[in-house]
């Protein structure tokens, strides 16, 4: 069979059944007038419930929340916010829109995560927050991040668009800091078309963030369209909640199909010489996007496996830039490991319902070519 006759592998995919597409229905047909909230406000009742958190708001992306999370808090011009270098734009983006400082240290050669040693060196009078990023379902070291924020009376916030169905120590990611953010991009293990959630324990910081998150107009203000200051609009849609509690429902079944692809990639591969997602002690990932990381010493030409790719029609993602190294940043070139991981790393395919053949012509792809340029 040549590669024109493979079926696509797509790098990702969302898991729709009749159930998401039954209520984005009755969303449609019913979800209107004084209806126009209800599955809004269902889908945030279920994911606190989920996460175990006491405050949900749905936004439109997880950037929103992010956004709308650092605004509460007062972040502004002036100020500084430590994250890593080996970033989505995403993650830096609401950091400047607020008139603040993105600081990119390096990150752990394992987790590809924030370095705590690297972040307390970093802190100066000006930081106002540590923006911990759970990249592709992996953990940030929670605890040595919180410590360093409690030393300092610095809060930690949980980017973890990435990461649901991860957790630490028993606590699932995003539920840790002051506030966490999720997305629910078409890519994403669990999906809304576009859109994401802002989540928080802390009561004060939710009605400032509530507040922003609708124009600016507090919850129990009596006069209509009576915003107490200037807000944002990135509400979540009814259609799209409508979704969204179709596949909170069935969120189990979403990250199960997500770590069967992973642990599939994982046995095929152990012999190769690359490194893959981390998963120790009493941390769990949710592995939403599997990940191989080349070994350094193993001569290796990402481009020509993406080639690789491509004539066996298969999709595949390179790995994230350092955001230095971007035309909108200055280059820190001294950030060793973030500049290492990118030009040896490629995102592999993951869907929940990957067959083994097609997870088979992934892996036969990697194996030749490490084995033709040993």
């Keep these: 069979m040549n590669s024109l006759t493979k079926s696509r592998i797509h790098y990702t995919k969302p898991s729709i059944t009749a159930l998401e597409i039954g209520y984005a229905t009755d ?6 007038g004084e209806r126009c909230y209800d599955y809004i406000y269902r889908f945030e009742a279920l994911f606190r419930e989920h996460l175990g958190v006491k405050h949900a708001i749905a936004t439109s ?44 240290v390096d990150v752990l050669a394992d987790s590809w995560c924030l370095d705590p040693a690297a972040v307390e060196a970093a802190i100066t ?19 040595a991040l919180r410590e ?5 009376g610095i809060p930690v916030i949980e980017d973890a668009a990435e990461a649901i169905g991860s957790a630490w120590y028993g606590h699932r990611a995003g539920s840790m800091g002051i506030f966490g953010a999720f997305s629910f991009h078409g890519t994403k293990t669990m999906t809304t078309g576009e859109g994401g959630i802002f989540v928080t324990n802390d009561d004060d910081l939710y009605e400032k963030a509530l507040t922003l998150s609708n124009h600016g107009r507090a919850r129990g203000e009596a006069r209509q369209f009576w915003p107490e200051t200037i807000g944002f609009k990135y509400k979540m849609s009814n259609l799209q909640a409508a979704i969204g509690c179709g596949q909170i429902e069935r969120i189990e079944e979403l990250i199960a199909g997500k770590r069967r692809v992973f642990e ?9 010489p690359l490194r893959m997602n981390p998963e120790r002690g009493e941390v769990i990932n949710g592995y939403w996007m599997p990940t191989i990381v080349i070994d350094e010493h193993v001569p290796f030409e990402r481009s020509a496996l993406l080639h690789s790719f491509e004539a066996n029609n298969i999709d595949a993602r390179v790995f994230f830039w350092p955001l230095s190294s971007l035309p909108s940043f200055t280059p820190h070139p001294a950030n060793i490991v973030s500049y290492s991981l990118s030009s040896r ?17 992934v892996i036969a792809c990697v194996s030749k070519l490490l084995a033709a340029q040993s």
């Design 345 to 361: 790393a490629v995102n592999l395919p993951s869907y929940h319902d990957m067959k083994d053949e097609e997870l088979d012509r």
């Design 264 to 272: 599939y990639y994982r046995n095929a591969m152990r012999a190769l």
């Design 148 to 152: 360093i924020g409690k030393r300092h």
């Design 125 to 143: 009078p000006k930081t106002r927050a540590i923006l911990a990023v759970h990249l592709y379902g992996n953990l940030c070291d929670m605890n």
């Design 61 to 104: 992306s997880a950037t929103g929340a992010l956004h709308i999370g650092m605004a509460a808090m007062g972040i502004g011009a002036g100020d500084e916010v430590v994250l890593g270098d080996i970033n989505w734009i995403a993650s830096a983006a609401p950091i400047i829109h607020l008139g603040a400082t993105p600081i990119l």
């Design 27 to 32: 969303a449609a047909a019913n979800g209107w």
